[in-house]
């Protein structure tokens, strides 16, 4: 059973290799190159899936995002742009948009952040979440592991004293 995606770039090339390659993971795919040209093939197939460009010829991606949604309150909106900033982000959200992803992007990438949004709507909330201290913990193991175990170079990255992070480091919180 395949489910429909719809495109929405003003870069031939990019919908071409885009559609393609979602062809090939069983997707029926519309292409459109600007944001009326979308809502028309949105009338014609409601799709499930979309990835929409913010910066096109014509109105912003931004402004397709209700009409999609209004064609079909379900489908999942992922913004692609080359133009990425956290307010456009934040924009994109708050308008009804799944997730957003600076270009270029594969469609394995686009796919995943797709899939993700709808992991994380299903995965439960834990009952017994992490303490403060525990998360504290863990983001300083994740970031000392991407610094090679450098600590200086990992309290610069946390904005912290070396000291500090020595300190936090020796007091291991309780595992929950």
């Given amino acids: 059973m395949s489910r429909e995606f719809l495109v929405v770039d003003d870069d031939p090339t990019f919908t071409r290799v885009l559609a393609r390659a979602l062809t090939r993971r069983g997707f029926n795919v519309s292409v459109a190159r600007s944001v009326p040209e979308a809502l028309e093939r949105a009338q014609e197939t409601p799709p499930e899936l979309a990835s929409v ?61 797709l899939q993700q949004v709808a992991a994380d709507a299903e995965r439960p909330i834990s009952a017994d979440p992490m303490s403060v201290d525990r998360l504290e913990w863990e983001h300083i193991q994740k970031v000392l592991s991407a610094h090679d175990g450098n600590i200086s170079a990992t309290a610069r990255a946390l904005g912290m004293h070396r000291r500090t992070l020595q300190r936090k480091l020796q007091k291991r919180p309780v595992r929950r």
């Fill in 53 to 113: 460009d913010l910066k096109m010829e014509g109105p912003s991606g931004l402004e397709l995002i209700e009409g999609l949604r209004g064609i079909n309150p379900e489908v999942r909106i992922l913004i692609l742009t080359g133009y990425a900033s956290i307010a456009t982000a934040v924009d994109a959200i708050k308008l009804g948009a799944v997730n957003y992803l600076p270009k270029p992007a594969d469609a394995d990438q686009i796919l995943a952040a």
